[in-house]
């Protein structure tokens, strides 16, 4: 399975696997699928730890890395991919997180109860 991580997921694969849904958690963890990280969830990162909100390692970038994730790019297809997207998300993060998989067929690991409105594949996290 190819499995995009939502932000929350990432963070609780890398440091507290033991909040995620079975699921999600036996499938991040089996070799055999491919798990990336949006830029995009690095970037929310960055932002909720500058103000504070997050505590995050300096090393994350090693710690994605150190356990096999894929890093996806944010490129001008996934941008185009957000126009006509409908409004049931304001988050332009999950927003974008929800272009890439669509346009790179993954499915998202997330809690997130919007995003399955948007007919992406979903594995609860």
Do not use: C
């Not at 990162?45 to 944010?74: H, R, T, Y």
Request: glycine share 4%.
């Amino acid at each position: 399975m190819r499995l995009l991580l939502d932000t929350h997921a990432l963070i609780w694969a890398l440091g507290e696997p033991s909040k995620l849904a079975p699921e999600a958690r036996e499938l991040i963890e089996d070799p055999s699928n491919e798990i990336f990280v949006s830029a995009a969830s690095l970037w929310e990162i960055a932002i909720k730890a500058d103000d504070g909100k997050l505590a995050v390692p300096d090393n994350l970038e090693s710690a994605i890395f150190a356990v096999g994730f894929q890093p996806l790019e944010i490129r001008f297809p996934h941008v185009r991919r957000l126009r006509g997207l409908p409004p049931h998300h304001r988050d332009p993060f999950d927003r974008i997180l929800v272009a890439q998989a669509m346009h790179e067929d993954l499915a998202i690991a997330t809690r997130d109860r919007r995003i399955p409105s948007y007919g992406v594949r979903v594995v609860e996290a």
